[in-house]
């Protein structure tokens, strides 16, 4: 995982365009929410770079804190998520998708 997201992840995240980004979002895909930590959790699919957004500011998180923050999405996701070669997650073919 970068510690600071690629250049297309950056590109989406600072400049607030929503244009095409893998997905058609400029933005990395949002996959949780964590109202007690009022935040976001996005993953950028090209380098693995865990985004936290809350209301004023966005930013590369550790996958730790990640795991942190939002328990709940990794735990609906053990066993069905697999490392790929570039650090980003993928369904695991062997057990389906989530």
Same mark, same amino acid.
């Given at each position: !995982?970068?510690?600071?997201?690629? #250049?297309?992840?950056?590109?989406? *995240?600072?400049?607030?365009?929503?244009? =095409?980004?893998?997905?058609? +979002? @400029?933005?990395? @895909?949002?996959? &949780?929410? +964590?109202?007690?930590?009022? @935040?976001? =959790?996005?993953?950028?699919? !090209?380098?693995? &770079?865990?985004?936290?957004?809350?209301?004023?500011?966005?930013?590369?998180?550790? #996958?730790?804190?990640?795991? /942190?923050?939002?328990?709940?999405?990794?735990? /609906?996701? @053990?066993? *069905? =998520?697999? *490392?790929? +070669?570039?650090?980003?997650?993928?369904?695991?073919?062997?057990?389906?998708?989530?």
């Amino acid at each position: !995982m970068s510690q600071s997201g690629c #250049e297309k992840c950056q590109s989406g *995240v600072y400049s607030g365009e929503y244009s =095409l980004f893998e997905g058609g +979002s @400029a933005q990395p @895909a949002r996959v &949780a929410d +964590s109202p007690t930590a009022q @935040a976001q =959790l996005h993953h950028c699919t !090209m380098c693995g &770079a865990w985004w936290q957004f809350n209301q004023r500011e966005a930013h590369v998180i550790p #996958e730790q804190e990640a795991r /942190s923050v939002f328990p709940d999405y990794f735990a /609906s996701r @053990a066993g *069905v =998520l697999r *490392v790929t +070669s570039n650090n980003s997650f993928k369904p695991n073919p062997l057990r389906g998708s989530a």
